[in-house]
């Protein structure tokens, strides 16, 4: 039998995780654990590269993944852990730092985004994405189940990685993001221009994956739509409406054109009824689940187990990388 392909993908755990985070990536994790080795963590090394609080910074990781097994991963088929438990990431995170240019990470949208406008700026904030591709290129993965804001980072990420192979022998696997055709880019329910984002000050215009029932029907109705009245999926012309399809499409398992059908002849406010009932039947079982979760603390054993796994694998890369680029390894005790 050959080997199984591998899948590695992260959750920063700031803020408060986002339906755009679970229809962007987290849903695919669940899809994907069936048929492939899996390693899903909480990227705790990348969080600190803007200014966290301490006790946040504890609870927040501890929630992302209680919230990660809630949302249906299974642990006994796939490694959940936080990345700083398994040092390795640091590690090959300096040497992709070194083998980045200024010029490649100075291009990298996000990085524009989060820098602009501010004084100071980390030095962390500028070498995550190499970071990032460290992350996926330690377990050797295939596939990275990610949204659309990552693909640049993901780009960079095969670029490392051929530039490793080139310099110092076929080393490295070069990774494929997967990217969901409906949901790569859940859009803010205030501005469809702009991405759903767990940092925007405005509460109403995200949904967090543990909003209370009563809060998500208020942010549905709430939500923006465009002139006219018909459910008909045009982003260029009808962006509000059609980010609200597209969350109805993910929530309900049907295709845009299933609800596109559904609702000929209907208006808005039909549509938004329903679309907000499809969302808290999406994350009311995942809200249960994730507080039995916390409560029975099993949590810690899950991430204990997950490095473990994680450690094995990312320990024979290391080894490798440092041996292909002339490291001297040290020598085992007889
Ligand atoms: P992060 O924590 O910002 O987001 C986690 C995942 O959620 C996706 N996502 C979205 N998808 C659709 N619509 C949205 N509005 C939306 N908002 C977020 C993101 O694309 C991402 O897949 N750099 C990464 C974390 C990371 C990582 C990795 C990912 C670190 N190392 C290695 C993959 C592999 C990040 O900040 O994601």
């Known amino acids: 039998m050959s080997k199984p392909l591998r899948v590695l993908s992260g959750i920063q755990p700031s803020g408060k995780l986002t339906l755009g985070n679970y229809i962007g990536a987290m849903k695919n994790f669940v899809e994907l654990q069936k048929d492939y080795e899996c390693f899903f963590m909480i990227v705790d090394l990348h969080a600190i590269t803007v200014p966290q609080e301490p006790a946040a910074l504890r609870e927040q990781t501890e929630s992302v993944a209680a919230l990660f097994i809630a949302a249906g991963i299974d642990p006994a088929q796939a490694a959940v852990f936080v990345q700083s438990h398994v040092p390795q990431h640091a590690e090959l995170g300096w040497i992709m730092t070194t083998l980045s240019y200024m010029g490649e990470l100075e291009r990298m949208t996000q990085f524009k985004d989060k820098s602009e ?14 970071l990032m591709a460290a992350d996926i290129l330690l377990y050797q993965a295939n596939l990275v189940p990610v949204g659309d804001d990552q693909k640049q980072h993901l780009e960079l990420t095969r670029d490392l990685a051929g530039r490793f192979n080139f310099k110092f022998g076929e080393t490295l696997t070069v990774p494929e993001p997967y990217i969901p055709k409906v949901g790569a880019r859940i859009m803010s329910l205030d501005d469809a221009s702009k991405k759903m984002s767990k940092s925007n000050p405005n509460a109403g215009s995200f949904i967090a994956l543990l909003d209370s ?91 204990r187990a997950g490095a473990e796994k994680a450690r094995a694998v990312a320990e024979v890369t290391t080894r490798q990388v440092k041996e292909a680029m002339g490291f001297l390894l040290p020598s085992s005790k007889r």
């Open 117 to 130: 406008g501010k004084d100071a700026v980390g030095a962390g904030l500028f070498v995550y994405p190499s």
């Open 213 to 303: 029932p009563d809060d998500i029907r208020k942010k549905i109705s709430r939500a923006k739509t465009d002139l006219g009245r018909e459910i008909v999926f045009d982003p260029k012309e009808k962006p509000e409406i059609s980010n609200l399809m597209t969350i109805y499409s993910n929530c309900a398992g049907i295709s845009l054109e299933e609800v596109q059908a559904r609702y000929e002849g209907q208006g808005y406010g039909a549509f938004k009824k329903d679309l907000a009932e499809q969302v808290v039947a999406t994350l009311e079982p995942l809200q249960q689940r994730y507080r039995e979760i916390r409560e029975s603390g099993e949590i810690h054993e899950i991430l």
